[in-house]
């Protein structure tokens, strides 16, 4: 079956432009998270979706920063008026029910470079 | 709050030598741990993780890592690495009954030389 997709694998964009980047998890996995990687650092954590549950937004830097996701499919990270320091990998994964023990299987990213 | 420390960005190491990447982590509650690896030009993908029981888990590639609660560590081993081993290794703890999301290491570099 298919893995988690992202797009797009890549997105040059200018300061200050807005920028909407998509996540198809695995089929029938309910959980899915959203995590970014800076130059030179490790991932962190943005926010997590778990079926109609309140996501947890608590990793998100500010308030330019949102996400959706649609049931339980496609997830789409938004960021208003992007700045240099916005500039890293998105990587979107997803797990199966009991995620708190459940493996995360991870997109390909996106790599993200505002000017 | 939750941290993982890998102690070294960068391990060079010739090909059938042994191997250790250090991880330590810092948690007032009880965590599951992870290492995940990310070969050159792929995904991140799940290496082993210690949810409870055996405090030494197992990959089918050969590594192992123990789970050492009184020095918060989860240091992962290889008795004798290959080129293939070649990768970005990253260790993460998730807290429990906390959804499952991941606070990463900073990373460490696995390179391996013939």
């Known amino acids: 079956g298919a893995g988690v997709s992202q797009s797009p694998s890549n997105k040059v964009t200018e300061k200050g432009k807005d920028v909407e980047l998509r996540c198809d998890p695995i089929?029938?996995?309910?959980?899915l998270y959203w995590y970014r990687q800076r130059l030179g650092q490790g991932l962190e954590f943005l926010i997590y979706?778990?079926?109609?549950?309140?996501?947890?937004k608590s990793g998100l830097p500010s308030d330019r920063f949102s996400a959706e996701r649609t049931g339980e499919s496609v997830s789409t990270l938004t960021i208003q008026r992007t700045q240099q320091e916005d500039s890293a990998v998105y990587l979107c994964?997803?797990?199966?029910?009991?995620?708190?023990?459940?493996?995360?299987?991870f997109g390909p990213g996106t790599r993200l470079l505002v000017l | 709050a939750q941290s993982v420390t890998q102690l070294d960005s960068q391990v060079p190491v010739f090909e059938e030598a042994p191997v250790e990447l250090r991880c330590n982590y810092s948690?007032?509650?009880?965590?599951?741990l992870f290492w995940y690896v990310q070969y050159p030009n792929q995904g991140l993908q799940l290496l082993l993780k210690y949810l409870s029981g055996s405090t030494l888990v197992e990959s089918i590639n050969g590594f192992e890592a123990e789970f050492n609660k009184s020095q918060t560590s989860f240091h992962l081993r290889k008795p004798s690495v290959h080129i293939s081993d070649t990768a970005e290794y990253f260790c993460a703890v998730s807290v429990r009954n906390q959804g499952g999301k991941l606070i990463f290491g900073q990373g460490t570099e696995l390179s391996v030389k013939p």
């Open positions: 948690s007032s509650v009880s965590v599951y």
């Open positions: 089929s029938g996995h309910t959980a």
């Open positions: 994964a997803s797990s199966r029910p009991l995620a708190g023990v459940g493996t995360q299987y």
């Open positions: 979706f778990q079926g109609n549950s309140a996501p947890d």
